[in-house]
């Protein structure tokens, strides 16, 4: 079992940055591959980004190729997004997910709860 804390979401004004994080519980986060997803007001959870176990591997939506960074430090048992020059249309709730298996889509194993996060014009 693996639980999920995301934090540092807020309200930016656009073109601002904002670095989210995903605290995990237990002693085998470097076993899972570790995603960002997220869902905006009246939409589906869409892909933003993934990072393999090493951190040497990771995929991100065409959206915020370039403005976005996923990493992670498995000490810490921790994975970030880093989201620069943010537009209104990141505005959404941004979920931490977590998996076992292989590749970057779902299903992933394990969710945490959200952080909201909005970009204003």
């Known amino acids: 079992q693996v639980q999920l804390v995301e934090s540092g979401g807020g309200l930016v004004q656009a073109g601002g940055s904002l670095r989210l994080s995903c605290a995990a519980s237990?002693?085998?986060?470097?076993?899972?591959?570790m995603g960002w997803f997220r869902q905006a007001p009246g939409k589906e959870r869409s892909f933003v980004a993934a990072?393999?176990?090493?951190?040497?591997?990771?995929n991100y939506a065409d959206s915020v190729k370039g403005r976005f960074t996923i990493s992670r430090d498995n000490a810490k048992n921790t994975v970030y997004l880093q989201m620069n020059s943010l537009k209104p249309e990141d505005t959404a709730v941004y979920y931490c997910?977590?998996?076992?298996?292989?590749?970057?889509?779902?299903?992933?194993?394990?969710w945490g709860q959200g952080t909201q996060v909005t970009v204003s014009s």
């Open positions: 990072i393999s176990r090493s951190g040497r591997g990771t």
């Open positions: 237990g002693r085998t986060f470097n076993n899972y591959a």
């Open positions: 997910a977590a998996k076992i298996g292989t590749g970057w889509g779902l299903p992933y194993d394990y």
